[in-house]
């Protein structure tokens, strides 16, 4: 990661930008590793635990709704805690943020269940699902904007792609730690040992809170802020300016992002049902196919973004929608074949193309769009109004498809497909404004 980072850069600097790298970087992991753990609960446990008075399929269905419960309170955390990104400083929001994931977090591995505490229990779980996804709707927005603002600009894809690759080594830890406790006998595993992997996040949340304390606030945003004060211009709120200045930065930027939840949320959560619960495949295989998989996204993501920086953002962002576009049917062919050689292929090919292809370009594309005063807000409302809508019902919808269509995933691919369609004609579309903005 050091590589290249600023060589023009005093030994100072270079540390800064390393430490804020690290800081982001360690801050995606934590995110998604809870999102992804839930996700995994979602498909392999929740369901008994928290509703066990509905059908299998039915507490499938309901264990995604409160799946996506957590995206609904994405978009208000996006706009508070980027308005105080914007307004106060990135480090503070940032602070914040990973302060209140790894307290929700926690707090889930220490619910009572349904069979404790009755319908307390899914209650509780929906409470601490939102707080959750409060904190989580800023933290990604802040992480690409910290690491955007301190790399070099030639670098910003590369550097930003990190971040991408970290959701994904999230997924995969939160699936190993899956995969390990699934070797339990299954009383024990539903007894006491779901709630382990819940616990263990505490480690990461204490040292990226460790970091985040340690850094300084980004050189591009005091500047601004310095530029502010010397014109004698009046604090604004972000969000206003974001909407009155950029409307179709906006628009444009929430479209760009919908082929990438959808395939992400696929990937890491759906695609652990579907094997398990509609295929019939054992959870064991089914976790190992998905951890082997995300392997080769935390791989190519970096590279792909490297690439990003040499050919264009947009060029790169544009070819990994189409490649999930042509390749969902395929994918779902070879999951169909209950081998867990050709679907651990399967979700690989989709994990290091696919998902690499348009997590690559997306942090510096939406950094680009948007100038530095409302820059935090503008990656946060894009990203979280569409994870609102996308990310987090993608699984339900999935399931809704799969059984709408008899157990088969043809619905499931339609969708997937629709969803890259409007990311490419999204990226085409704004993709020249995404070299004009991105400065003061």
Not at 122 to 151: C, D, I, K, N, S
Not at 300 to 316: E, F, N, Q, S, Y
Not at 382 to 388: A, D, H, I, V, Y
Request: aromatic share 12%; proline share 5%.
């Amino acid at each position: 990661m050091s590589a290249s980072i600023a060589i023009d850069k005093s030994p100072a600097e270079q540390a800064n930008i390393r430490r804020a790298v690290s800081a982001a970087t360690i801050g995606t992991v934590i995110e998604w590793f809870d999102y992804a753990l839930y996700g995994a609960a979602a498909g392999l446990i929740i369901n008994k635990l928290f509703f066990p008075q509905f059908s299998a399929s039915a507490g499938v269905l309901a264990a995604f709704a409160t799946f996506a419960v957590g995206f609904f309170s994405r978009p208000l955390g996006g706009v508070l805690i980027s308005h105080m990104g914007d307004r106060f400083g990135r480090k503070p929001a940032l602070i914040f943020t990973i302060a209140l994931m790894g307290a929700s977090t926690v707090a889930m591995g220490l619910l009572p269940t349904y069979d404790q505490i009755g319908i307390w229990a899914p209650v509780l779980l929906v409470l601490l699902r939102l707080l959750q996804g409060f904190g989580a709707g800023a933290e990604y927005a802040g992480a690409v904007t910290l690491v955007a603002e301190y790399v070099p600009p030639e670098r910003k894809a590369y550097y930003t792609a990190y971040l991408q690759a970290a959701t994904v080594v999230g997924i995969m830890l939160a699936t190993l730690m899956f995969l390990i406790v699934s070797y339990l006998p299954e009383e024990t595993l539903f007894g006491w040992a779901w709630r382990v992997p819940f616990l263990v996040s505490a480690l990461l949340f204490f040292v990226a809170l460790y970091i985040r304390k340690n850094l300084d606030e980004t050189p591009e945003y005091v500047a601004a802020m310095e530029r502010a004060a010397e014109k004698r211009v009046e604090a604004k709120v972000p969000l206003g300016e974001l909407v009155r200045n950029s409307p179709r930065e906006l628009l444009f930027g929430f479209l760009s992002v919908t082929g990438h939840n959808a395939n992400a949320y696929i990937l890491s959560a759906f695609s652990l049902s579907y094997m398990t619960n509609t295929l019939g495949m054992s959870r064991t295989d089914s976790l190992t196919a998905v951890i082997i998989a995300t392997l080769t996204g935390i791989v190519m993501t970096p590279p792909l973004g490297a690439l990003a920086d040499r050919i264009g953002h947009a060029k790169v962002y544009l070819f990994g929608a189409i490649f999930v576009f042509l390749y969902a049917f395929p994918m779902f062919a070879l999951l169909d074949t209950k081998n867990v050689v050709l679907a651990t292929l399967a979700l690989s090919i989709g994990y290091g193309i696919g998902f690499g292809g348009l997590a690559a370009a997306q942090g510096a594309f939406l950094a680009n769009l948007f100038p530095t005063r409302y820059r935090f807000s503008g990656i946060a409302m894009t990203r979280e109004l569409n994870g609102m809508l996308i990310a987090g019902p993608t699984p339900f919808i999935a399931a809704a498809l799969v059984s709408a269509g008899g157990g088969k995933p043809t619905w499931v691919v339609a969708y997937l497909m629709v969803c890259c369609a409007v990311t490419a004609f999204a990226v085409i579309a704004i993709r020249a404004r995404s070299y004009e903005r991105g400065t003061d």
